[in-house]
């Protein structure tokens, strides 16, 4: 079993939902990524996505252009993610980690050798934003084996059932339903907009369904909680590590706002059960 199927069927078992923060790797500089990424696991982290930076990142809005713009500042690469990945794996076998980013890199890097360097270096997913499946042969070859990272596709308001079926047809890991029309860090949600696309989704697919863009705060996550499996933060642990003044404070910030994330996320889907059980 994958690493990411693992957690989701960890989670599922034990009546939870999957917290996945976003960062940047590199951000601010490549020495922070490895420690905040250890950090957050500990703060309650079930799920890593790690931004790759771009110089063109098309579905970020400014909060995650400035990261971006930051680390590639501060020299970070495909290769060095990469590395960086291999540290991180030499002190935590077990989190999951879902690289997202753009695919010129991974053209530049030569899909065969980018697909074998990111298994080699412990990576489960690849969510590569740009790449629609019809234009994704060669990385699905690539990413075929059992072994391989999974490939992972963005769901949008706009996307059709038909184009559903299409995408999970070749989606594994869990598929990401972005909430709204607009880039990361976008407006407030409205979770009730939320519920029907994810019921939709699930009647299409028995791959866990993630939610993510616009989701800020404890109370929005745990509202998300309770209608999917898996809630991506982005923007708002971007800004709040970029709000910090110096590395311990990073990690002392980061690590708060994942866990206050977390004790939102478990209270809400542990409510209706003991409401059950009183009943």
């Known amino acids: 079993m994958s690493r990411i199927a693992d957690c989701f069927a960890r989670l599922g078992a034990a009546g939870r939902k999957a ?30 996505e790690l931004g790759v930076p771009f110089t063109d ?10 990261a971006g713009e ?7 690469n495909l290769t060095k993610v990469l590395g960086l990945m291999h540290e991180f794996r030499r002190d935590d076998a077990r ?7 753009y695919q010129n890199p991974i053209e530049a890097m030569g899909v065969e050798r980018f697909t074998a360097a990111a298994a080699a270096a412990g990576v489960d997913g690849v969510l590569t934003v740009d790449l629609p499946p019809e234009e994704a042969g060669g990385l699905l070859g690539a990413l075929g084996a059992p072994q391989s990272p999974a490939p992972i596709f963005l769901l949008s308001p706009t996307t059709t059932p038909e184009r559903i079926r299409r995408i999970v047809s070749v989606a594994r890991g869990f598929v990401y339903y972005v909430s709204l ?14 519920a029907p696309k994810v019921a939709a989704i699930r009647q299409l697919t028995d791959l866990p369904v993630g939610v993510g863009f616009g989701i800020r705060d404890g109370d929005t996550a745990a509202r998300i909680a309770q209608m999917a499996d898996a809630v991506v933060v982005g923007s708002a642990l971007v800004g709040v590590i970029a709000a910090a003044g110096d590395a311990p404070a990073r990690l002392s910030a980061a690590s708060q706002f994942v866990a206050g994330l977390r004790r939102a996320m478990d209270a809400a889907v542990r409510a209706p059960a003991a409401a059950g059980e009183v009943a």
Request: charged content about 15%.
């Open 19 to 48: 917290l996945v923060p976003y960062l940047m790797a590199g951000d601010p500089s490549p020495g922070d990524t490895v420690p905040l990424m250890h950090a957050l696991a500990a703060a309650g982290a079930d799920i890593i």
């Open 57 to 66: 990142p098309m579905a970020d809005g400014p909060v995650i252009q400035a």
């Open 70 to 76: 930051r680390a590639l500042a501060a020299g970070m």
């Open 95 to 101: 989190t999951p980690v879902v690289l997202m980013g």
């Open 181 to 194: 029309k607009g880039v990361t860090g976008s407006d407030r949600i409205d979770p009730a907009d939320i």
